[in-house]
């Protein structure tokens, strides 16, 4: 099946910084999603983008299909953007989501 | 408010006990999904439903069973066959199959 990879593993950032969290996936898809995992599990909806570029405030994810990967894009990072960040994407096949592992960062002030 | 409710929140119970997590949402959404999260992992599928009463497995639905016989609600039972039930479990939604899902809060389930 496919395979979803996420770097970095962990991130530590001094509020202010910016950073970029990459996400590649083995064969072609047809939806991809980003999400926030806040310290209590909760799951939030980052962004929706199987192709393309959105931008949502500080964040934006842009997504190249025909070259496998997908960026999301934090800006000016808050203490409030600590947590784990989870790329999940849908094959051509596919039943439901198949996530990766994860980016944990870490904003300290 | 919509959105998806899970409960309990925690859930503790003994091997060999069955449990069952609720489920619902009053989004209107066709579809429903529930998954598992070890720790410093992703989530899993266990199962799926489309639609009312349909549901299909998921890739590590040995040791659970679900149900499907209202639109707004899809409840998980764990099984005593299910080896290692300890996880954190979520459920999700979408308007339909194969397009964005939401997730719910999550339940923690510690099985000793």
């Known amino acids: 099946g496919i395979q979803v990879e996420q770097s970095p593993p962990d991130l530590i950032l001094q509020e202010g910084a910016n950073s970029t969290l990459r996400c590649n996936f083995s064969?072609?898809?047809?939806?991809l999603q980003w999400f926030h995992q806040n310290p209590w599990g909760q799951l939030i909806n980052l962004f929706y983008i199987p192709s393309g570029t959105k931008q949502n405030g500080r964040l934006s994810a842009t997504t190249v299909a025909t070259e496998r990967y997908s960026l999301l894009y934090i800006s000016s990072s808050q203490t409030t953007d600590s947590g784990v960040y989870f790329c999940?994407?849908?094959?051509?096949?596919?039943?439901?989501?198949?996530f990766g592992k994860g980016t944990t960062l870490s904003v300290s002030s | 408010d919509g959105g998806i409710t899970q409960s309990p929140k925690y859930l503790f119970r003994k091997e060999g006990q069955n449990v069952t997590l609720s489920c619902e949402q009053n989004?209107?959404?066709?579809?429903m999904y529930w998954y598992r999260q070890d720790p410093g992992q992703g989530l899993r599928l266990i199962y799926y439903?489309?639609?009312?009463?349909?549901?299909q497995k998921g890739d590590i639905a040995e040791g659970y069973s679900v149900s499907r016989e209202k639109k707004e609600s899809f409840p998980l039972t764990v099984t005593s066959a299910q080896k290692n039930p300890t996880a954190f479990y979520l459920c999700a939604s979408s308007i339909a199959y194969r397009v964005e899902q939401y997730f719910g809060p999550g339940t923690r389930l510690t099985v000793t």
């Open positions: 439903s489309q639609i009312v009463n349909d549901f």
């Open positions: 064969d072609s898809v047809n939806n």
């Open positions: 999940a994407v849908e094959d051509k096949a596919g039943t439901a989501l198949i």
């Open positions: 989004l209107n959404h066709d579809a």
